[in-house]
């Protein structure tokens, strides 16, 4: 089982990213898939996910309107693109897997550096 991130990196004040983990080793289309992320000092949070389907997805109130994810089971990859970002995103974008029987797996990361 592998899911790697990729599409990290340094971006300005206001900039945009786009996140991918791309999946491997499993079912993708029978998981839900998250992104997490984990500044310096603090814990991990969960920042968006979305479900098998792609059908319907939720994120947390502070990237609300200005990330979006998103899925292609045909690809077996995740998305997450970054809008008008903020000093305040900047962390390490973990991604996710997680079914209904309670598997769970982790990627090891990618760095979203945002600079003021």
């Known amino acids: 089982v592998q899911l790697v991130e990729s599409g990290g990196g340094l971006v300005q004040f206001g900039g945009s990213l786009r996140l991918s983990c791309a999946a491997s080793?499993?079912?993708?289309?029978?998981?839900?898939m998250s992104w997490y992320r984990q500044a310096p000092g603090k814990e991990r949070e969960l920042v968006a996910s979305?479900?098998?389907?792609?059908?319907?997805?939720k994120y947390a109130d502070s990237v609300k309107g200005r990330l979006a994810i998103s899925r292609d089971n045909g690809k077996n990859t995740v998305y997450l693109q970054m809008n008008s970002l903020k000093p305040e995103d900047a962390a390490v974008y973990y991604c996710?897997?997680?079914?209904?029987?309670?598997?769970?797996?982790w990627g090891k990361g990618t760095l979203v550096t945002v600079s003021a």
């Open positions: 979305i479900i098998r389907s792609g059908s319907s997805a």
């Open positions: 080793g499993f079912t993708f289309g029978s998981y839900d």
């Open positions: 996710n897997a997680r079914n209904l029987l309670g598997m769970d797996y």
